[in-house]
């Protein structure tokens, strides 16, 4: 676990060093749980927001999109339950001060459970070598039945605790698994109280005029209220989908793990509309749809697991989360619900308007059933950035830190680098940029060696550098260095532009999605 944490420490002071994230606020010493993105940041931020929007938009013809308002009427919130029902369990330790989500505490002493078993099955693979079986040693080592047995008890004592929103239950978990604080190591816990996670302001000039409204905790519910304008406007006919990108607020009670849990944050979400009865067969579709455009970033396919919900929120028939592999373990990155009718039906029924959808072909009117597709933009940059960066060992005492991001994601494309900052090669490099910059985001880079150079650039992920040399002069030709192999091709300057759209488009990974 150290060397994890020891891991994701070294990946946000790079963050920052390279103009990544930095804290919001920072010369004021920051503000809880709220993150800049840098200019590095904000170019891979567009790039993933234009690779899930493209993927939506463009591949499929029958979805559209739309930017709705962050603030809308209050009685939406109503409507969708948040006012109500939008909570966390939160519970306080006495000494330390510090306040936790009684569910995440418990859910992280089910993954203690979980490590201890992976252990002894890691101790075992190496003493028994290829003659391992894992099934028939799971089904008999004492102490991995042991640890599933508890597993799985405190698993579903859990489960019904959160299902009956028994809040003195779920305390009484954490007093009975003898769960600490990680801070004061006491077991000196408070009640555990509801917290609503909505933030709220005040719209109009004076205090009796005022009312309150929310900035919106999910994007979905702009789309809810605009299904029947983008139906009708857009003459879409069911199944048909609505996409939409934009900030998010939470209060969150622990916001701790950098860019992981924010209080205000960016989420992309896709609403599919569909017949009723037929929202499960669109639920899998979705749910296979989805890994897909994930694994086709090439992090490789043990990076992700689904995890199907026991609890499903009042508004789900079913529910799965996407989660990948964090440098602190397996954590959700999407969450795919069938949300069923009822946040078109709650609409209907506070505005008082009839929003059903009329089915010519089935020639009757009904509230059309919803599937979700929601995916937070700063944990998928995050999962991308801790997957990407890695430390490698070059021999000879030597060593580099690359960020081996998808190149399509990549901010830069491609450096340009003068071999020497005389002899008209500067003057030779900034022709070739001033091709290039209508195609790609490129760096132009004189100072310093090469090899430092080259460096900086892996150090940000930029796939490609060109150097412009002596013999460039003469023959028109460049060295083209690859990022991951730092291999070096000799290439034409007028084949640079085709050669590289081919490598770093994000065209090409939502080739792969449209097989
Ligand atoms: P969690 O259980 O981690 O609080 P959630 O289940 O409440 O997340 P959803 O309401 O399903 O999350 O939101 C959809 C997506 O939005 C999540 O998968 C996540 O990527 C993102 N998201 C939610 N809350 C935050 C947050 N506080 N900071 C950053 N991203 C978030």
């Given at each position: 676990m150290a060397k994890q944490d020891d891991v994701f420490k070294k990946l946000v002071s790079h963050c920052k060093e390279y103009g990544f994230v930095f804290r919001s606020s920072d010369i004021y010493d920051g503000l809880g749980a709220v993150y800049d993105y840098g200019q590095m940041g904000v170019e891979l931020k567009n790039n993933i927001k234009k690779y899930w929007w493209d993927s939506m938009v463009l591949l499929h013809e029958n979805i559209v999109g739309i930017d709705s308002a962050?603030?809308?009427?209050p009685t939406i919130w109503k409507a969708s339950g948040h006012v109500d029902a939008f909570n966390d369990p939160l519970i306080d330790n006495?000494?330390?001060k510090k306040r936790y989500r009684a569910d995440v505490l418990i859910e992280d002493q089910v993954g203690k459970y979980e490590e201890k078993i992976n252990k002894e099955i890691a101790k075992a693979k190496k003493r028994f070598?290829?003659?391992?079986?894992e099934e028939q040693f799971r089904a008999t080592n004492p102490r991995v039945k042991a640890n599933e047995a508890k597993r799985e008890a405190l698993h579903t004592r859990y489960a019904k605790a959160l299902n009956d929103s028994n809040l003195e239950e779920l305390r009484q978990i954490i007093i009975d698994e003898g769960i600490a604080c990680p801070?004061?190591?006491?077991?000196n816990w408070t009640e555990v109280r509801q917290f609503n996670l909505m933030f709220s302001t005040e719209v109009g000039s004076t205090a009796e005029g005022a009312s309150k409204i929310y900035l919106r905790p999910e994007t979905a519910q702009g789309i809810f209220v605009n299904y029947l304008n983008v139906q009708k406007t857009g003459r879409m006919r069911i199944p048909f989908g609505i996409a939409q990108i934009g900030k998010a607020f939470r209060n969150e009670?622990?916001?701790?793990?950098f860019i992981f849990r924010m209080r205000e944050f960016e989420q992309m979400e896709m609403q599919f509309f569909v017949r009723p009865g037929t929202e499960l067969e669109w639920f899998k579709k979705w749910k296979e749809t989805r890994l897909n455009w994930h694994e086709a970033l090439g992090?490789?396919?043990?990076?992700y697991r689904f995890h199907d919900h026991?609890?499903?929120?009042?508004?789900?028939?079913a529910a799965t989360d996407i989660e990948f592999k964090m440098p602190f373990g397996f954590k959700e990155v999407e969450g795919i619900h069938s949300r069923t009718d009822f946040d078109l039906s709650q609409h209907e029924k506070f505005s008082g308007k009839n929003i059903k959808y009329f089915d010519p072909e089935l020639n009757e009117s009904y509230v059309p059933y919803v599937i979700e597709t929601s995916i937070g933009v700063d944990r998928m940059f995050l999962s991308i950035m801790s997957s990407a960066y890695t430390e490698e060992d070059l021999g000879d005492g030597k060593s580099r830190i690359v960020l081996k991001l998808p190149a399509a994601l990549a901010p830069v494309k491609l450096a340009v680098l003068p071999l020497?900052?005389?002899?008209g090669l500067p003057e030779k490099a900034r022709e070739i940029i001033n091709d290039l910059k209508f195609h790609f985001n490129c760096q132009y880079d004189e100072k310093d060696s090469v090899g430092k150079r080259y460096r900086r650039q892996d150090a940000i992920g930029t796939p490609y550098c060109i150097t412009v040399d002596h013999d460039t002069l003469k023959d028109d030709c460049v060295t083209l260095r690859n990022r991951d192999t730092m291999e070096q091709e000799r290439v034409a300057i007028a084949n640079l532009e085709s050669l590289i759209a081919d490598r770093v488009s994000i065209t090409s990974i939502l080739k792969k999605l449209n097989k």
């Open positions: 962050i603030f809308m009427h006495k000494d330390s070598g290829d003659s391992f079986d801070i004061s190591g006491t077991k009670i622990v916001a701790r793990q992090f490789g396919n043990d990076a026991e609890k499903l929120a009042h508004y789900a028939n020497v900052k005389k002899d």
